[in-house]
């Protein structure tokens, strides 16, 4: 449960707020007053994320006391248990910039500050209907419309469309042998890994949990395998890293091409599934298509 204390206005930089992009109540926005906020797992937080992995007294935000410009914040981890991280890095003090991303536990804020903190605000909501807050790449109902969309316009101009189902091998494992937060971590790497390597015109989601999917318009289905390939090759060879720890982490994907004779978008998913199916029970770190 995520949970504000109100509290009084006090004097200090304003024109800033915290954004829930993942984790619980994903979408809140948290006003920076002026005074000390602290988050933790202790409802007598200003803000409680009841989580195990947060702290009692997890992070602190206070006006930075060494900013001329009387505007500027700054992050104190409070000697949490797991730390706390801006933009994947651990800190222990750190001031903020507008756009930094910092993980607490599992969920993830946005700080947001500036002159035009309501556009950025409402631009970040509009966001976060299509993207996932963890991954960076759409979420399943944005990759779904895309999916439809580029079938309609493989259609129009007869061209071929592939799409790819992608898996983390043994997912499960690194949740129990290294924890939630280096799952997390794993996932948000392996979401820079896709969005990194296709090309501008590819379409890369988060389909939830550990299985993603990516749609190559303009390619068939062996040019299909030749993307799946190189990026399970990608995977494979990557430095994935949590808190100094390296996890080895391996992809299973299936590769379908779209057919004349499909009459729904999910009849190509289908396909593409049950090759990520054989992949899997093929012995994992494979391409079937």
């Given at each position: 449960?995520?949970?504000?204390?109100?509290?009084?206005?006090?004097?200090?930089?304003?024109?800033?707020?915290?954004?829930?992009?993942?984790?619980?109540?994903?979408?809140?926005?948290?006003e920076?007053?002026?005074?000390?906020?602290?988050?933790?797992?202790?409802?007598?937080?200003?803000?409680?994320?009841?989580?195990?992995?947060?702290?009692?007294?997890?992070?602190?935000?206070?006006p930075?006391?060494?900013?001329?410009?009387?505007?500027?914040?700054?992050?104190?981890?409070?000697?949490?248990?797991?730390?706390?991280?801006?933009?994947?890095?651990?800190?222990?003090?750190?001031?903020?910039?507008?756009?930094?991303?910092?993980?607490?536990?599992?969920?993830?804020?946005?700080?947001?500050?500036?002159?035009?903190?309501?556009?950025?605000?409402?631009?970040?909501?509009?966001?976060?209907?299509?993207?996932?807050?963890?991954?960076?790449?759409?979420?399943?109902?944005?990759?779904d419309?895309?999916?439809?969309?580029?079938i309609t316009?493989?259609?129009?101009?007869?061209?071929p469309?592939?799409?790819?189902?992608?898996?983390?091998?043994?997912?499960?494992?690194?949740?129990?042998?290294?924890?939630?937060?280096?799952?997390?971590?794993?996932?948000?790497?392996?979401?820079?890994?896709?969005?990194?390597?296709?090309?501008?015109?590819?379409?890369?989601?988060?389909?939830?949990?550990?299985e993603?999917?990516?749609?190559?318009?303009?390619?068939?289905?062996?040019?299909?395998?030749?993307?799946?390939?190189?990026?399970?090759?990608?995977?494979?060879?990557?430095?994935?890293?949590?808190?100094?720890?390296?996890?080895?982490?391996?992809?299973?994907?299936?590769?379908?091409?779209?057919?004349?004779?499909?009459?729904?978008?999910?009849?190509?998913?289908k396909r593409?599934?049950?090759?990520?199916?054989?992949?899997?029970?093929?012995?994992?770190?494979?391409?079937v298509?």
């Open positions: 449960m995520l949970m504000r204390i109100e509290r009084a206005p006090a004097e200090g930089p304003k024109g800033a707020c915290l954004v829930v992009v993942y984790g619980l109540q994903i979408g809140r926005r948290i920076l007053t002026g005074a000390p906020l602290v988050i933790g797992r202790s409802p007598r937080s200003d803000l409680q994320i009841d989580e195990e992995s947060v702290s009692r007294q997890h992070v602190r935000f206070e930075d006391p060494k900013a001329n410009d009387g505007g500027s914040w700054q992050i104190v981890d409070m000697d949490s248990t797991n730390g706390t991280y801006v933009n994947d890095l651990p800190v222990r003090i750190a001031t903020l910039q507008s756009g930094d991303q910092i993980q607490v536990g599992r969920s993830i804020l946005k700080f947001l500050a500036g002159n035009s903190i309501e556009r950025a605000y409402h631009e970040e909501i509009y966001k976060l209907m299509s993207m996932d807050g963890l991954t960076q790449l759409r979420n399943r109902r944005a990759f419309e895309a999916l439809a969309d580029e316009r493989a259609r129009r101009f007869g061209r469309l592939a799409v790819c189902m992608v898996d983390a091998d043994k997912f499960k494992s690194i949740n129990d042998q290294f924890g939630h937060l280096a799952g997390d971590a794993v996932l948000r790497q392996l979401g820079a890994l896709l969005r990194n390597n296709v090309r501008k015109n590819d379409i890369a989601g988060r389909l939830g949990g550990e993603f999917g990516v749609l190559l318009p303009e390619v068939d289905r062996q040019g299909g395998l030749v993307v799946a390939e190189k990026l399970r090759r990608m995977a494979e060879s990557h430095r994935f890293e949590f808190d100094r720890t390296v996890i080895p982490v391996t992809l299973s994907i299936g590769v379908a091409e779209l057919h004349d004779a499909d009459t729904e978008p999910s009849e190509l998913v593409a599934d049950d090759c990520l199916y054989r992949a899997k029970h093929g012995g994992r770190n494979r391409v298509g």
